[in-house]
């Protein structure tokens, strides 16, 4: 790439200044700009008049700094035609006489009401301000992406419409309403907050069976997929709810009701009892969608670090009614809310992606749009993994992190446990695995060391839990 040339028009107004502008100019050069200068560009017997000219019209020169203090923004407008009353000041027809894309203002000096000076043909246009200290170093960055055209904010590039929005398929939970209540109720401390936050639970777990897949046409793992991204409104309209109440009601009574919430939608991973014969792929729908409003249950109480709200869903079992795919007992661990989906494995297939995780990739895609970081949703994850493996009996009491597959060669511990370097945080933070101690660990942690149990692995691809639990500095400050 070609460095770009600057031309950089200023008033002579006084010695500070002159240094001020030897000082942009010099710190545009050291960033790769050619930057032409009067005092160092124009030679004695040259024509000060055709070197302005040349520099606003060559059009090998890229742009047009205009360094504008009081003096300046004066001259431009004293006089009409030629170049003002300064060869290096642009007028009102030299600029307009020009593709105005070429010329910015940078700001030097404002006038006592905080104005700053600008030429009267500048109008409302975007400046750059190097007026203020404070401002200076982000503000001469933006001056820089102006100059190579790398603008910090570039917009994506257009996208297909979501199939959610299709008129013709279309599925509510019918919970707008029931959710405006709530949220206004909670964040307004109403005491009609846990009753409207009940409803709201309500509706959306008996509403769930809108989003049934039955009597599929064609490629099942087509209609799942198609399925599942109908879902995201309703998604992320309780992931908000979420966010209200850890903000403004992080009460023992609430996380009691999202525990009861979460185990109604358990049985939607089964066959119901109205539908006498099914294809078994049918329920990976909501095995994933119960699977996903989980984690994101869990990464916004840790976010918010309400882990008093969060700790719950990993300790307290959840009722399912008898339900025999789970034995006899009614009582089960949270590890039973992540259950292996055979559609997405034999969409892989079929479609030959050779993908490492076809769940974990939904599990990333549809993280946009939430107000949540991904890595919040692997923070959560791997949380559910420690706490199951903690008390794990057999592999079948474990939980499969998908997310992790996205850690790729991070070193270093979630931020729930860099924190927990303070006994008092990990104090706060030990209810989530049920630990008294960090040593309460050391023997789990030494089992995956010595390979005596097997970590998750994609491939080639593993974690350290050592490493993302800060293991060494837990509760080592006060």
Known sequence: MCNPKLFISYSWSNHDHEQLVLQ??????????????????????????????????????????????????????????????????????????????KFVVVVTERDENGKAHLPTYYKSRIYIDLSEP?????????????????????????????????????VSLGTSSAFKRAVDAIKNDKSTASGCFDEYLTLFSENLERFRVHGVEGEIDDAIVSNLELFIPARNEYIQLLIAVAQYKPL????????????????????????????????????????????????????????????????????VGGRSEYGRDTMIDFQNIRQHMKSLEYRNLRLGTRRLSLRADLLKERCHGTGLDFRFLMQADFVAFMRADISASDVYSRWWPETLLYLGHYGSSFEIFARAKSKRYFDRVKSLLGIESPSDLSELLESYKQDRRKLPSWEFESFSPSTLLGYESLGTLP
């Open 252 to 319: 023992p009574d609430f996380a009691e009701r999202i525990h009861r919430f979460i185990e109604s939608l358990i049985p939607y991973m089964e066959r119901p009892e109205h539908i006498s014969s099914c294809n078994s792929w049918e329920f990976d729908n909501y095995k994933f969608i119960v699977h996903e409003i989980f984690l994101y249950t869990l990464a916004v109480f840790l976010k918010y670090e309400r882990f008093e709200l969060a700790a719950p869903l990993l300790l307290q079992q959840y009722f």
């Open 24 to 101: 942009i100019a010099a710190e545009l050069t050291e960033s790769g700009v050619d930057v032409i200068l009067d005092k160092w560009d124009l030679k004695e017997g040259h024509d000060a008049y055709a070197f302005m000219e040349k520099m606003v019209t060559d059009p090998e020169i890229n742009k047009v700094a205009i360094i504008s203090d009081k003096t300046y923004a004066e001259k431009a407008d004293v006089r009409s035609g030629g170049v003002g009353t300064e060869t290096q000041i642009i007028s009102r027809e030299v600029y307009e006489q020009q593709e105005q894309n």
């Open 134 to 170: 404070d401002g200076y170093a982000d503000n001469f960055e933006k001056l820089l992406r102006w100059i190579y055209n790398k603008p910090l904010y570039v917009k994506p590039e257009i996208g297909k419409k979501p199939c959610f929005l299709e008129e013709n398929e279309s």
